[in-house]
Every structure is written in C-alpha cells, then in structure tokens.
C-alpha cells in the first residue's frame, strides 16, 4: 500500500514551511518530509553563537511576523523557535524522521523512498532540502597524516576547549569569519586562510540593516551593486582581504558585526593571521600556497555547501553553481511538475528570497494539479490510497 498526495515538500527548514503553508492556503494536499527530529534542523544545529544578519523585517516567512521584542537580528535560538511556531500556527502536515534517499519519476507521478524502505508517491514534487545537508570539503592531498583534528564549520558548535590551541580556519564567508573571532576572543591562536577573497561590509548603516539597502538597489545592474558594496566596504578603512573572484554564482559579501564580528579590526592588529589558500596537510600542520609551512592543532573548513539534491541523481540536471537547472526562479527545467524553494541567493538575503518563491513554487504546484486532472483545490480526501 502507497500513500498517495497531491504534492510532498521534501525539507522542513525555511523554505520547506514557506512552501507549505502556501500550499495550505491553496488547498493543496500534501505532506512535509523532515529527515531531522524537528522543524528547522538545520538551525538547531549550527553553532551557539549565530546570530541572522539579515533584519528581522525581511527575513520572516510569509504570513508570520517575528513576535515584538525580537532582536532585530534574530540569534539563532529565536529564528529556530520562530521555525517551531510557523509550523505550529499553520498546524503544518510535517513527518520528522523522515529521510528520503531516493526520488524516481515513474509514468505521471513522483515516487519518493525514504531510509526506512517506506515509498510514498505524489503528482508534484518541491525540493527543499537547502546546502546545509551537503557540506563541501575540498580535497586537499595529505589530510590522512595530518595528526591533528579536522572538521567543517557544520560540526563547529562553540569555543569550548580551544583555548591556547593553533587554530587554521579556512575559508572567507560569513561562517569563516564568525568563527574566527568567536576562538581567538576565546584564546586561540587564529590564522585564516583565503583562497579567493571577498567584500567586508558592516552589518547595519546607521542603524539601517545592509540587506535592507540591498532590497532597495537589487533592481540595479549586478557590476553597479558590486561596485557600491567595495565603496560600502572601505567606510571601514582599506582592504584587508583579497577582492573576491568574479563567479557566476552569488557571492555574498562578509558581513561584519560592529559588536559581534570584527575581522577586519583582528585582522589588522594581527589577532588573526591571514594566510593564503591551503595546498596540503603535512603531519603536524599545512602547507599554504607560498610554500610556506606552520604547524596547527585544529583546522576548521568553512569552505562552504552544496545544494543538497543526491537523491534526484539521474533526473535532473544542474546549473553551474549546482542547484536545479529552472525557469521562473523555482520551476524544473528538467521535468514536469517539479519545484526547488531555497535555490536563489543573493545580498537580500536567502529567507527573503525564500518568502518570494514558496508561494511562486505553490501557483506553480497548484498549476500542475489542474492542468493534470485536478478540477478544485481543497476538496479532495485527505488522503488516496493504492
Ligand atoms: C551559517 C548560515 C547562516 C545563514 N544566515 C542567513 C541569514 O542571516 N539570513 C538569510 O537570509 N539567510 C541566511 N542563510 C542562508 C539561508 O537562508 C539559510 O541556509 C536557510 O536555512 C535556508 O533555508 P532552507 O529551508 O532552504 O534550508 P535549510 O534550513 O537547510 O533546511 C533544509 C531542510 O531540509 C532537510 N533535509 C535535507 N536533506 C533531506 C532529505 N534527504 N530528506 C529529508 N529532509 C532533508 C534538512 O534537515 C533541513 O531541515 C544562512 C546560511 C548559513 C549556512
């Protein structure tokens, strides 16, 4: 026996509750699978100190505002109980424990198997499984030798026990540079290595959120907005990273936290040490790409995610920044009847991109059913069984 539904929504994180509530509202018949033990997984498991650093204006999902007296950059652990009350209020249709492993099309349907063996099967598909679930570690040659520990900023949670250690942080996103600073604060011996580059701009302008202005001059050219935010980033002085690399894919700038994060401040009085890229493991440390060599205890690869889509291996193909090749933001240009929400980032920021593709995702779902044979929304039983 099959359980049959009108759509599933694969990832309960952000874009997976924006989805679902859109499609609530649709009438649509559907049901959320969670590999995790709860909504927002993701976020109740990176590390303490993570704060957004988008405002909390613009980083709500649709329908649900932050409660008053939020900070106006959420900390983690009140965006994760907004997650929890989102789904709540909407009393979404969410299995938690529910880890899908494959996605096959077969004839007109979708037919999603789960680690337990258990197959269910829908007529349209959204994916929103995020990058987090696939984090992405470079190969570099020598890791087996290197004696010390090895981990990526996924696994990261805090500064306990770092104290007086030699720390190699790789990587110049906005996790690399957090973590930075949360260890060598907490007394470790910090270097950071940076392969690429990037931007560094303050978090708020005048007490105005950056990503606000963002929101504002999106509809400019992409080569204006990058030239205002290398002007935004030397308000604070001159450069101390490299530009970043020009790339197809979104590249969001590092964001600095006056309070919180304060890179570039560490990194010129040399309480952070700026390296370049990382070229091997030797036994007792690296090897950086001017043949320099210095020895660590701990490495942590911030080195960045990939979107997590392993399970559609052989039914889609990817753009060059490996999401899900789609038109119209959100829709599958590989098969019918498939969506992907969270796929879009850029300087307004992921969850602000997010609210604008659920619903787009739940017009599209919507769409499908009635040009496949579906004649009303919301009438249908809850559920079909084969
Ligand atoms: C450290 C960090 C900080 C960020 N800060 C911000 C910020 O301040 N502002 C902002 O706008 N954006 C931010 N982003 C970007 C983005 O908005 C977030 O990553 C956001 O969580 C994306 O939502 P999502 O639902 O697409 O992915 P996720 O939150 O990762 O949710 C995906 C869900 O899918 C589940 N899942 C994955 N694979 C499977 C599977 N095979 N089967 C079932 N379930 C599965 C996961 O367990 C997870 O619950 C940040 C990202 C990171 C990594």
Redesign the pocket.
């Known amino acids: 026996m099959i359980r049959s539904y009108e759509a599933i929504v ?7 509750l924006a989805t679902s509530r859109e499609l609530a509202r649709a009438g649509v018949e559907h049901r959320v ?4 033990d709860q909504v ?4 109740a498991n ?1 590390y303490d100190s ?1 704060a ?3 405002g909390r204006h613009l ?1 709500a999902l649709p329908g649900l505002a932050f409660p008053s007296g939020t900070p106006l950059f959420p900390p983690r652990r009140d965006f994760l109980d907004y997650l929890h009350r989102y789904a709540s209020t909407f009393n979404l249709p969410i299995d938690t424990s ?3 492993r494959k996605i096959e099309r077969r004839d007109d349907r979708w037919a999603v198997r789960l680690r337990t063996g258990t197959t269910l099967e829908a007529r349209t598909l959204v994916v ?6 696939n984090p992405y570690l470079p190969e570099i040659p020598g890791r087996d030798r290197f004696t010390g520990r090895v981990m990526h900023s996924v696994d990261y949670r805090r500064p306990a026990g770092m104290k007086g250690k030699r720390v190699l942080v790789v990587g110049a996103g ?2 690399a540079g957090e973590i930075s600073v949360e260890l060598a604060r907490a007394g470790a011996d910090v270097t950071l290595a940076v392969r690429t580059g990037a931007t560094i701009v303050p978090r708020e302008i005048l007490g105005i959120p950056i990503q606000y202005l963002s929101v504002i001059l999106h509809p400019l050219p992409r080569t204006l907005v990058q030239h205002l935010t290398t002007a935004v980033g030397r308000l604070r002085g001159p450069r101390v990273l490299p530009l970043p690399a020009r790339t197809l894919c979104p590249k969001v700038p590092l964001i600095e936290n006056r309070r919180g994060l304060a890179l570039a401040e560490a990194l010129r009085a040399r309480t952070i040490h700026l390296q370049g890229g990382l070229t091997a493991f030797t036994a007792a440390g690296v090897c950086f790409s001017d043949g320099t060599e210095q020895p660590f205890d701990e490495v942590v690869l911030a080195t960045g ?1 990939r979107a ?1 889509l392993g ?1 559609l291996d052989g039914e889609i193909t990817r753009d060059p920044c490996g999401f899900g090749r789609r038109r119209d933001r959100v829709v599958s240009l590989d098969r019918p009847n498939l969506c992907f929400v ?1 796929h879009n980032y850029d300087t307004r ?4 991109n ?1 609210s604008i593709d659920g619903a787009r995702a739940a017009r599209e779902v919507t769409r499908a059913l009635r040009d496949t044979g579906r004649t009303s929304t919301g009438t249908r039983p809850a559920r079909s069984e084969r």
């Open positions: 694969v990832g309960a994180g952000p874009a997976g699978l969670e590999r995790g927002g997984y993701t976020w990176l993570l957004l650093h988008t980083s529910s880890d899908v929103a499984t995020g990058i987090v679930a906005n996790s995610f997590a399970f969270g920021g992921g969850l602000y997010i």
